[in-house]
């Protein structure tokens, strides 16, 4: 993709995922063998639901049919969030990580593996999980030090109530949901 189009697509599409109040993340044209892909990367503080990842991608899809800014052969849209192992590239990336576990390679080399406790301007606080029952540590690292970041996926973490969910919340908060429901 030219950087040309790139530009012309995130100056068509930028005011209306500002409008929903979102981030415009990524933009990317693929080629799948004849056919051409465009996928497009949304985000919030608040996380996006399905039903605006769908309102945007409708909107998107009629902006686009208008204009030509990716020309007339046939693509297929994709609209989507960055996922669960989001990469942390900007600033408000990380603030949107904070209470997450992230995996750093560093600048200087080598890999780091961390809880984000805090955020500002110049870097990160972070909670370094302890090895062989030794207690985590605390260490910064200023913007700088780090090459790439990726925030990593939990499936037990224990929350600060002691419950094992990736979420914070209790399986059995579920099943009692589920049990209430029937008996309703």
């Known amino acids: 993709m030219s950087t040309t189009q790139s530009e012309r697509l ?26 051409r892909v465009l996928r497009v990367v949304v985000d919030s503080d608040d996380g996006v639901d399905l039903d605006r990842i769908a309102e945007l991608s409708r909107e998107f899809s009629a902006k686009l049919d208008e204009s030509d800014a990716m020309g007339d052969g046939e693509y297929t849209l994709e609209v989507g969030s960055p996922g669960a192992e989001r990469p942390l590239n900007e600033q408000r990336h990380y603030v949107r990580a904070i209470g997450r576990l992230a995996k750093f390679q560093l600048a200087e080399g080598g890999e780091l593996t ?11 606080d972070l909670e370094v999980p302890g090895v062989k029952g030794r207690k985590p540590t605390a260490r910064r690292l200023a913007f700088a030090e780090i090459a790439k970041a990726r925030v990593e996926v939990e499936f037990n973490r224990k929350s600060a109530d002691g419950a094992d969910s990736a979420d914070g919340g209790s399986d059995n908060d579920d099943e009692k949901n589920v049990k209430e429901e029937e008996e309703a």
């Open 114 to 124: 961390a809880r984000i406790l805090k955020v500002d301007d110049e870097g990160v």
């Open 10 to 35: 995130r100056e068509l599409l930028e005011p209306l995922v500002s409008s929903k109040d979102l981030d415009l993340e990524e933009i990317e044209v693929a080629s799948v063998g004849r056919k």
